[in-house]
Every structure is written in C-alpha cells, then in structure tokens.
C-alpha cells in the first residue's frame, strides 16, 4: 500500500514560480517510482515529470527547462519546481506511483 499526499499548490503570477511537493508513505518502491501529472479543465491527464527506474528523470516537451522533479529519500518526499510559470500551466497536479495517486494540488497562474 502507498499513499501520497501532495501540497504546494496555489495561485502566482506569470513569470512565477511555484514548488510541489508529494509526501510518500509505503513501499520504498512506491517513492522510488514516483511521478508528476497534471489536468487542466476540461483536458485529459498529462504527464508532467518523472523518474526511470534507474534514477534519471524525464520531462514533457512543455514544462522541459522549466520543471524540475527532485525526492529526497530521507523526507521520502518527491518535489517539482516550477519556475517561469505560464496561464498554460494551470492545472491540478498530481503525485503518482504506479496504480496509486494523490488526491492533487491546485496550481492557478494567472494575473
């Protein structure tokens, strides 16, 4: 059983920035196979940011230079930073780890 909890969300101007955090609890496999999504209204459920089984990390073409996924195992929490944020990029994201997923945190950017 894994369970995820996400917070950071909120609202920020464009040009912003913005850091999520997912708090893993579980497997250590759960926490090690952790990723990023988002929905926008009325689109379907994207990936945003994520980690290969060997630990190297792998964005969407949209959130690349900007997003940057991290986890400290430690905390066993998995982080994205959001820098230059865009009205585009306004979403609810989502912590998931294979079947599981966090019930999401809304991010608004708007000015």
């Known amino acids: 059983q894994v369970q995820l909890v996400e917070s950071g969300g909120g609202l920020v101007q464009p040009g912003g920035s913005l850091r999520l955090s997912c708090a893993v609890s579980?497997?250590?496999?759960?926490?090690?196979?952790t990723a990023w999504y988002r929905q926008a209204p009325g689109k379907q459920r994207d990936f945003v940011a994520g980690f290969a089984s060997s630990g190297s990390t792998t964005y969407a073409d949209a959130v690349k230079g900007r997003f940057t996924i991290s986890r400290d195992s430690a905390k066993r929490t998995v982080y994205l930073q959001m820098n230059s944020l865009k009205p585009d990029d306004t979403a609810i994201y989502y912590c998931?780890?294979?079947?599981?997923w966090g019930q999401g945190t809304q991010v608004t950017v708007s000015s």
């Open positions: 998931r780890s294979g079947i599981n």
């Open positions: 579980g497997s250590i496999f759960g926490f090690l196979g």
